[in-house]
């Protein structure tokens, strides 16, 4: 009978064991697997922030081709693009409540004046909401008066930010792109 008993207390103990042993390993997998999703997010915003700021490269080369007799005027401040979402200062709110202070981000930004600026879903028209802010900053290239850089700037969720910077040449044959480089 005793030993029926002392069996029945090592079962028991075994059993509660297993038990722990395996909650371990489930609150283990579970918070593994809420970090990845975590970390796979943070990558794709990080990508959409970075996509954001080649688009907004992009579209600034179209447009400044379109403008490509009047770039002293541009680089100087003076003309912009028609793609604008008001006055060129102030906060712009943002989808995640963040704000972007064209203001503050001129100011940061000497010797750069603001190009383009809006919420990226109104830049592609696209179908799909967008959280991303992109702005296009110019100045005129100090080795010649024929090429003019682009500083494409992204912002998104999570404090995301990403910059491509363009330096662009005009010649008799059209606008070309003679350097791309992006910083985050």
Do not use: C
């Not at 060129?88 to 004046?113: E, I, K, Y």
């Amino acid at each position: 009978m005793r030993s029926e008993k002392s069996e029945a207390g090592v079962a028991l103990l075994l059993t509660i064991m297993t038990m722990l042993l395996l909650s371990a390993v489930v609150g283990a997998l579970t918070l593994l697997t809420s970090s990845e999703s975590l970390i796979a997010a943070s990558f794709r915003g990080g990508r959409e922030v970075f996509y954001g700021a080649e688009a907004m490269g992009e579209w600034s080369v179209g447009a400044l081709t379109t403008l490509a007799d009047e770039w002293t005027a541009v680089a100087a401040g003076l003309k912009t693009s028609t793609f604008l979402d008001g006055l060129p200062s102030g906060p712009r709110a943002m989808a995640d409540g963040a704000a972007v202070d064209l203001t503050a981000l001129a100011a940061a930004n000497p010797g750069w004046h603001l190009f383009a600026y809006g919420p990226f879903r109104d830049l592609v028209r696209s179908s799909q909401a967008s959280p991303l802010y992109v702005v296009a900053l110019v100045s005129q290239d100090d080795s010649s008066l024929d090429k003019v850089k682009v500083r494409a700037m992204a912002f998104g969720p999570r404090g995301g930010r990403r910059i491509v910077e363009l330096v662009l040449v005009r010649s008799p044959r059209g606008v070309h792109v003679v350097s791309w480089s992006w910083a985050s």
